[in-house]
Nanobody, 123 residues
Framework: QVQLVESGGGLVQAGGSLRLSCAASGRTHGNYVTGWFRQAPGKEREIVGYIHWSETTYYADSVKGRFTISRDNAKNTVYLHMNSLRPEDTAAYYC?????????????????WGQGTQVTVSS
């Protein structure tokens, strides 16, 4: 069993930065993929990006060039570095993980989810 705990959310002004953390307990090595998703009020949960076990990363067009995903295997933690934040980035952010994902952009592929952390960007 894997448990994921996000942290690092908060209120930031437009143009600012935040770093979200996703700490995992349990085995997440091997062929695990860790994804970041976000959900704004009244909207569907959408992919922000993911990091593959091979270190390959993917980013949604809306965050490409502003957000970066990294991993610290020693701490079993995945980070979402968010720069140049915009009001439209306001959402609850979730990390998710699963082994052997074929379609890592699809939220239903992920077995384990964190509880989410709120990010609010003021204009």
């Amino acid at each position: 069993q894997v448990q994921l705990v996000e942290s690092g959310g908060g209120l930031v002004q437009a143009g600012g930065s935040l770093r979200l953390s996703c700490a995992a307990s349990g085995r997440t090595h091997g062929n695990y993929v860790t994804g970041w998703f976000r959900q704004a009020p009244g909207k569907e949960r959408e992919i922000v990006g993911y990091i593959h076990w091979s270190e390959t990363t993917y980013y949604a067009d809306s965050v490409k060039g502003r957000f970066t995903i990294s991993r610290d295997n020693a701490k079993n933690t995945v980070y979402l570095h968010m720069n140049s934040l915009r009001p439209e980035d306001t959402a609850a952010y979730y990390c998710a993980a699963s082994p052997g994902i074929i379609r890592p952009m699809i939220r239903d592929e992920y077995r384990y989810w964190g509880q989410g952390t709120q990010v609010t960007v003021s204009s």
